[in-house]
């Protein structure tokens, strides 16, 4: 039972270049998310799903795009990235009836 | 979604209990209050959540006084493992929670 499993770990991007993170979780779990954590912060709520087919815009979701693609998966787009991106980004995923989050590992992005 | 105050930060000696005490004045009907821990480089992970009174597992209590205005997380003869960053949460039993800055724990030998 591997949980919420994140690709890739690391990423070092230019300024203007795109990539999508993934997200997978094994948990059977309707609701997905995703934050990003900078140096010393807490975490801030980029998008989330709260089933499969929706999507939600969370505190900060200027510059990114999701895609619920099933229940298991959950990406996040960085169309044209921008050194103000570099971040740590988590992903998670919860039990409907349970605001408990199970998060991901996290992937270290740096936008030079 | 209501707004949580914790400390920014604190300090203890490996051994001592530990309390960590968060307000959330505006706590509504539904909500349930949760606590995660993170360490650095790492993912939030779920320590305790509780609705009123007190809970306790394994890894920490959380009193919860009857007006559930406040509550406070527990760790009981802290470690030099259990410093980490600690959240409070407030959050209703759907949708979206949204973390603060948290208390950052430093566990001194």
């Known amino acids: 039972n591997a949980g919420v499993t994140q690709t890739p770990k690391f990423q070092v991007l230019k300024t203007g270049q795109s990539m999508t993170l993934q997200c997978a979780q094994d948990m059977n779990h309707n609701s997905m998310y995703w934050y990003r954590q900078d140096p010393g912060m807490g975490l801030r709520l980029i998008y989330y799903?709260?089933?499969?087919?929706?999507?939600d815009k969370g505190e900060v979701p200027n510059g990114y795009n999701v895609s619920r693609l099933n229940k298991r998966e959950f990406s996040l787009r960085l169309e044209s990235a921008a050194p103000s991106q570099t971040s740590v980004y988590f992903c998670a995923s919860s039990e409907d009836s349970r605001p408990t989050q199970y998060f991901g590992p996290g992937t270290r992005l740096t936008v030079l | 979604l209501a707004k949580t105050t914790q400390p920014i930060s604190m300090d203890s000696y490996e051994g001592q209990e530990v309390n960590i005490t968060c307000s959330h004045n505006?706590?509504?009907?539904?909500?349930?209050i949760t606590w995660y821990q993170q360490f650095p480089s790492q993912g939030p992970r779920f320590i305790i959540q509780g609705y009123k009174t007190k809970v306790t597992n394994e890894v920490a209590s959380l009193f919860i006084p009857a007006d559930r205005k406040s509550s406070t997380l527990s760790l009981p003869r802290v470690s030099l493992s259990d410093t980490a960053v600690y959240y409070c949460?407030?959050?209703?039993?759907?949708?979206?929670?949204?973390f603060g800055p948290g208390t950052s724990l430093s566990v001194i030998p």
């Open positions: 949460l407030v959050v209703p039993s759907y949708d979206k929670v949204i």
């Open positions: 799903s709260a089933s499969e087919g929706t999507t």
């Open positions: 505006n706590i509504a009907t539904n909500d349930y």
